[in-house]
């Protein structure tokens, strides 16, 4: 049972160059959430989709779109990147808005 | 603005004693609490949690106490064992009845337990 699947594992950028996150889950879960860890700071929540055909605005979704392309998949996309997006992405499920989350590996991501 | 903190960056203690890993948090609205483990390279894993209408949950070695009037909690690991190692993220949610996947983390406590 794979969970959560994100890819690639490992990005590098240029300033304005554009990319999609990929995020899949196995688990049949309704709730998909996008999170970013930067040093000292926790995780902060960017964008979530509370079941398939809808998503909403976490606390830092500037300069991000997302799609949840059908309920295993949630993508998070860069349409021009900054060095201040270099971090760590994080994607995670839940079975409902009351279980806890299930996270991805991770997406290291530089920016330069 | 951190809403949830925790200001321990690391903990250092001897296998078989007691870890305790604290948060505070400044928004009286949170009323689910939960902690994360999280290894080197790997996502975050849900370890425990609370809801604000408790003062203690337990889980084998795992036990979360809440203070709702201090707004703390706190986890304690015991006994603790070489493999806890590991980063801890407090986290909190539920503020207005959001989805309680829409979490506020802490900045996390490195925790090392030696043999």
């Known amino acids: 049972n794979a969970g959560v699947t994100q890819t690639p594992k490992f990005q590098v950028l240029k300033t304005g160059q554009s990319m999609t996150l990929q995020c899949a889950q196995d688990m049949n879960h309704n709730s998909m959430y996008w999170y970013r860890q930067d040093p000292g700071m926790g995780l902060r929540l960017i964008y979530y989709s509370a079941s398939e055909g809808t998503t909403d605005k976490g606390e830092v979704p500037n300069g991000y779109n997302v799609s949840r392309l059908n309920k295993r998949e949630f993508s998070l996309r860069l349409e021009s990147a900054a060095p201040s997006q270099t971090s760590v992405y994080f994607c995670a499920s839940s079975e409902s808005d009351e279980a806890p989350l299930h996270f991805g590996n991770g997406t290291r991501l530089t920016v330069t | 603005d951190q809403q949830v903190k925790q200001n321990s960056p690391s903990l250092s203690v001897q296998e078989g004693r007691i870890s305790i890993l604290n948060c505070d948090y400044t928004?009286?609205?949170?009323?689910?609490f939960l902690w994360y483990k999280k290894y080197p390279a790997e996502g975050p894993t849900f370890l425990i949690s609370?809801?604000?209408?408790?003062d203690k949950n337990e889980d084998g070695r795992f036990t979360v106490f809440l203070n709702k009037s201090a707004k703390h909690l706190s986890l304690h690991i015991v006994p603790s064992q070489p493999g806890d190692s590991a980063v801890y993220f407090c986290a909190a949610s539920g503020v207005g009845g959001t989805s309680y996947g829409k979490l506020t983390f802490g900045q996390g406590t490195i925790l090392t337990v030696h043999p």
């Open positions: 609370i809801s604000s209408i408790k």
């Open positions: 928004n009286s609205m949170f009323d689910y």
